[in-house]
């Protein structure tokens, strides 16, 4: 998989040796750079943007976020909760499988509770009142993804109810359906997706009051169609009489986050070895998952090439081969961008690897302050 972030913007001039290592730095003034992307995408076209927790919930921009947005989305008990206590707006919240002692809760905290299956929303129907809109996640049965396991829409998806399989009972008591089929995207194939599914579901736009069109909108990318994608949501409204909401949550924190590491050995094996105090296994697992060969901060166009990789015991912790920009040699500092969504949110501390630290940075103001710091006790604590 290959992003198609990785733009330095104002890191290029941030002082590496500011901050400890491993650590995440954020700056806050291209968040807010995203964001008003967002807020004039959703004023231009009418939509609803809900901020995805799941890819980034550094809630110490949580009042920053509700300054320009309509709210959160959420995907289970623990970051609605988070939503409850930090965010502003709307909570909706989906789960592909809920379980019996979080609904009550669940409930009373989201404006919007989405179901997988309309076998999910009959069991817990007893749960439900007019405090809270209930949604269907619906798979539209059509690929655009790049990648099977990034894709909610593969063959055999546990992710929404197929659509080929909808019938009017599925929708009793149901206010807005949801579909998610992109990763990572432009306007294209969720125009494609909607060109699709619409015949399908024609039949209930004058019962529904919702439409969700997930996320994977890279909406806040320089060359995403943002001008046809607002006629497009404002045709979708006329059209269909509903709301349209969108959960972006990589456009939110695109290339507004670095992640700062340190040499710790240099040597031979064929070619020259690494070992660095980033860790892909625990600070960037996607690196591993999808896979895909983060960008790194002024990385060289030519020269010898250096094999990185993590202090863990993971034959596999590789993060990649790089021409360094600085001398490949202990205690030298380099980072990898577009590190602020889903690396800080999927971190874990396999093989007892430190925690990175978090800061926020205002490239506007050059204020930096560090926003938490992770000690042995969050090894610990995990174990028993």
């Given at each position: 998989?290959?992003?198609?972030?990785?733009?330095?913007?104002?890191?290029?001039?941030?002082?590496?040796?500011?901050?400890?290592?491993?650590?995440?730095?954020?700056?806050?003034?291209?968040?807010?750079?995203?964001?008003?992307?967002?807020?004039?995408?959703?004023?231009?076209?009418?939509?609803?943007?809900?901020?995805?927790?799941?890819?980034?919930?550094?809630?110490?921009?949580?009042?920053?976020?509700?300054?320009?947005?309509?709210?959160?989305?959420?995907?289970?008990?623990?970051?609605?909760?988070?939503?409850?206590?930090?965010?502003?707006?709307?909570?909706?919240?989906?789960?592909?499988?809920?379980?019996?002692?979080?609904?009550?809760?669940?409930?009373?905290?989201?404006?919007?509770?989405i179901f997988n299956s309309p076998n999910q929303h009959r069991?817990?129907?007893?749960?439900?009142?007019?405090?809270?809109?209930?949604?269907?996640?619906?798979?539209?049965?059509?690929?655009?993804?790049?990648?099977?396991?990034?894709?909610?829409?593969?063959?055999?998806?546990?992710?929404?109810?197929?659509?080929?399989?909808?019938?009017?009972?599925?929708?009793?008591?149901?206010?807005?359906?949801?579909?998610?089929?992109?990763?990572?995207?432009?306007?294209?194939?969720?125009?494609?997706?909607?060109?699709?599914?619409?015949?399908?579901?024609?039949?209930?736009?004058?019962?529904?009051?919702?439409?969700?069109?997930?996320?994977?909108?890279?909406?806040?990318?320089?060359?995403?169609?943002?001008?046809?994608?607002?006629?497009?949501?404002?045709?979708?409204?006329?059209?269909?009489?509903?709301?349209?909401?969108?959960?972006p949550g990589e456009a939110i924190a695109l290339d507004a986050?670095?992640?700062?590491?340190?040499?710790?050995?240099?040597?031979?094996?064929?070619?020259?070895?690494?070992?660095?105090?980033?860790?892909?296994?625990?600070?960037?697992?996607?690196?591993?998952?999808?896979?895909?060969?983060?960008?790194?901060?002024?990385?060289?166009?030519?020269?010898?090439?250096?094999?990185?990789?993590?202090?863990?015991?993971?034959?596999?912790?590789?993060?990649?081969?790089?021409?360094?920009?600085?001398?490949?040699?202990?205690?030298?500092?380099?980072?990898?961008?577009?590190?602020?969504?889903?690396?800080?949110?999927?971190?874990?501390?396999?093989?007892?690897?430190?925690?990175?630290?978090?800061?926020?940075?205002?490239?506007?103001?050059?204020?930096?302050?560090?926003?938490?710091?992770?000690?042995?006790?969050?090894?610990?604590?995990?174990?028993?």
């Amino acid at each position: 998989m290959e992003t198609r972030a990785g733009d330095p913007g104002a890191f290029a001039r941030f002082d590496l040796n500011r901050v400890p290592t491993p650590a995440f730095v954020v700056d806050e003034a291209a968040v807010r750079r995203n964001l008003a992307v967002l807020a004039d995408v959703k004023k231009r076209s009418g939509a609803k943007v809900l901020s995805a927790l799941k890819a980034f919930s550094m809630w110490s921009l949580a009042d920053v976020v509700g300054e320009y947005l309509d709210g959160v989305c959420t995907s289970g008990l623990w970051e609605a909760r988070l939503a409850r206590d930090h965010y502003k707006g709307e909570i909706a919240t989906y789960c592909a499988g809920y379980k019996a002692s979080d609904m009550a809760e669940i409930v009373a905290i989201s404006d919007h509770v989405i179901f997988n299956s309309p076998n999910q929303h009959r069991r817990f129907a007893a749960f439900l009142d007019d405090s809270v809109d209930v949604g269907l996640r619906i798979n539209p049965e059509h690929a655009e993804g790049e990648v099977a396991k990034y894709d909610p829409c593969s063959p055999h998806s546990r992710l929404g109810f197929p659509v080929s399989q909808l019938q009017p009972e599925h929708l009793q008591g149901v206010s807005g359906i949801h579909f998610h089929s992109l990763c990572e995207q432009d306007f294209v194939p969720l125009k494609r997706t909607w060109e699709y599914l619409k015949p399908k579901i024609a039949p209930w736009f004058g019962r529904l009051k919702w439409l969700n069109f997930g996320g994977g909108h890279h909406i806040t990318r320089a060359d995403y169609q943002r001008d046809e994608l607002v006629e497009f949501i404002k045709g979708v409204r006329a059209e269909t009489g509903c709301d349209v909401y969108l959960e972006p949550g990589e456009a939110i924190a695109l290339d507004a986050g670095i992640l700062v590491g340190e040499l710790l050995d240099v040597f031979d094996n064929g070619m020259p070895i690494g070992i660095t105090d980033i860790s892909a296994t625990c600070h960037m697992p996607d690196v591993i998952e999808a896979p895909y060969r983060p960008a790194m901060l002024g990385e060289r166009s030519g020269g010898p090439a250096i094999r990185l990789g993590g202090p863990s015991c993971l034959a596999g912790d590789i993060i990649g081969d790089y021409r360094l920009p600085v001398p490949a040699e202990p205690g030298q500092r380099f980072a990898f961008l577009d590190q602020a969504h889903y690396s800080m949110v999927k971190t874990n501390t396999f093989n007892g690897v430190p925690l990175p630290s978090i800061w926020l940075w205002n490239s506007d103001t050059d204020e930096l302050r560090c926003v938490r710091e992770f000690g042995w006790e969050e090894f610990r604590d995990r174990l028993s």
